[in-house]
């Protein structure tokens, strides 16, 4: 059958589709490459620190990717039950004709050149692969959703305590500078008393020795609080050079104390929990699915071929021979050695091991949350008694100094009473962010933090 130029065209532009598609659909995928983001905080509070670390911090940008891979798992899973149509082009020069012998003569079947145009379609009607996929899509989707939250969670508990704790630090080193500035104060006071004759050289070299060990403490916390501050930017997926100007408000820190601490734990509330029992449904999907090794595969399938065929190539297309067909395919499992046997008892046992996994973790919830409800009280109590003794160690100190300077009480007592100031202060400080760290502990274990 002999072609006009007007019909070849069709098949032309079909060729050059071929060709040139895989190269189009290439120069059209864009490569999504991870935004690196130079902003500063120009004020870094909690809820802002919290805030960038969930926009910026490297494990959760892996989640999330993590999550669109998983979308883009399911789409391609689910896309075996739409019919599968591919085309191929082939062409083929025979150097050398077959021959066949014929009567004693030798005869060469063929022609020096063929090509064919095949257009072929496959549709699956069922397998249990594609059942799998679809009966377990929603289920995967949650399970990614889950662990982008849980990885959520954990920066936000962790950004959190790292927060509290250059904030204790800092307030050590102010605390420390102000003890210097007091303990400058009573050295000048003691030099004063000793050039007076009133008291001897000992109490001199008291605050002389104060006076060095308070800046050598100076020292050791504001180095501590540059490790602090780099962890604290590593955590946020922050620039290690970045300034990070922290702000915070003491007062509404201890407003944010209080909770209930009657509440009662409930497994399904945490995300480990949610991420064990999404574990376990798809594992009881994964036991149906060994079930199903019995169930037969039926496929439908067609095709349509041009097939060319001319020993001058200026001439292969010319003339057609059109080859079509269909029909379908039907697999009938028989006999598997006990494969589905074994798997369906692997699968069981996997599915048995999870429901042990869950009552060793409903055993650890109950204990991390009895653990951080007892630290937070243990905490929240010493933060109150601290609070009351820091006025009365202020209020000591004050009186003991004046009565050193009236020459009624030794510098002896002075020092005793600087060193209860300091570390009154700085144990209420600690005892603050302990209580506000062994809070966000109670609301992990009780599942209340959600992102």
């Not at 120069?27 to 802002?48: F, G, I, N, W």
Request: hydrophobic share 40%; glycine share 4%; no cysteine.
């Amino acid at each position: 059958m002999l072609l006009s130029q007007r019909e070849k065209r069709p098949l032309t532009l079909i060729l050059l589709l071929v060709l040139f598609a895989p190269a189009m659909l290439f120069a059209q995928e864009q490569t999504q490459q991870p935004a690196v983001s130079d902003s500063l905080l120009q004020e870094a509070t909690l809820e802002r620190i919290v805030q960038y670390a969930l926009d910026h911090q490297p494990s959760v940008k892996q989640a999330e990717a993590d999550q669109e891979i998983v979308e883009a798992t399911i789409d391609g899973k689910l896309a075996d039950w739409f019919p599968q149509i591919n085309f191929v082009y082939n062409y083929q020069h025979n150097v050398d004709l077959p021959v066949n012998v014929i009567g004693g003569n030798e005869i060469r079947l063929g022609v020096d050149n063929t090509s064919s145009l095949q257009l072929q379609a496959t549709q699956t009607i069922f397998n249990r692969d594609v059942l799998l996929a679809a009966r377990t899509a929603n289920k995967v989707r949650i399970q990614a959703e889950q662990q982008l939250s849980s990885t959520r969670i954990d920066v936000v508990v962790n950004v959190s305590k790292a927060f509290y704790d250059v904030l204790a630090t800092t307030q050590q080193i102010k605390i420390g500078q102000e003890d210097i500035i007091r303990l400058e104060r009573s050295l000048k006071d003691a030099n004063a008393q000793y050039t007076a004759g009133v008291v001897d050289k000992t109490d001199f070299k008291r605050a002389q020795i104060q006076l060095t060990n308070g800046k050598a403490t100076l020292k050791a916390n504001q180095e501590a609080l540059k490790y602090k501050l780099d962890y604290l930017r590593a955590l946020m997926g922050y620039p290690p050079n970045g300034t990070l100007n922290i702000r915070y408000d003491t007062l509404q820190m201890e407003g944010e104390i209080a909770m209930d601490t009657v509440q009662a734990l409930s497994y399904n509330q945490h995300i480990d929990y949610k991420l064990l029992y999404t574990q376990r449904e798809l594992q009881k999907a994964n036991l149906k699915y060994a079930w199903w090794a019995f169930l037969p595969t039926l496929n439908a399938f067609g095709a349509y071929i041009a097939n060319y065929q001319n020993n001058e190539l200026s001439e292969l297309y010319g003339q057609r021979f059109p080859n079509s067909y269909f029909g379908a395919t039907l697999t009938l499992p028989i006999f598997q050695g006990g494969k589905r046997t074994a798997r369906i008892r692997e699968q069981r046992w996997t599915l048995q091991k999870l429901d042990w996994s869950m009552v060793n973790l409903q055993n650890n919830l109950t204990t991390e949350y009895s653990r951080a409800m007892a630290t937070y009280k243990s905490s929240l109590s010493t933060y109150l008694a601290l609070k009351e003794n820091v006025v009365l160690a202020e209020e000591v100190y004050n009186v003991v100094q004046l009565q050193y300077r009236s020459g009624i009480r030794p510098y002896l007592d002075v020092t005793i009473a600087e060193t209860d100031l300091r570390t009154v202060r700085i144990n209420y400080f600690n005892a603050l962010y302990q209580v506000l760290a062994a809070k966000i502990d109670v609301q992990r274990a009780l599942g209340q933090i959600n992102y």
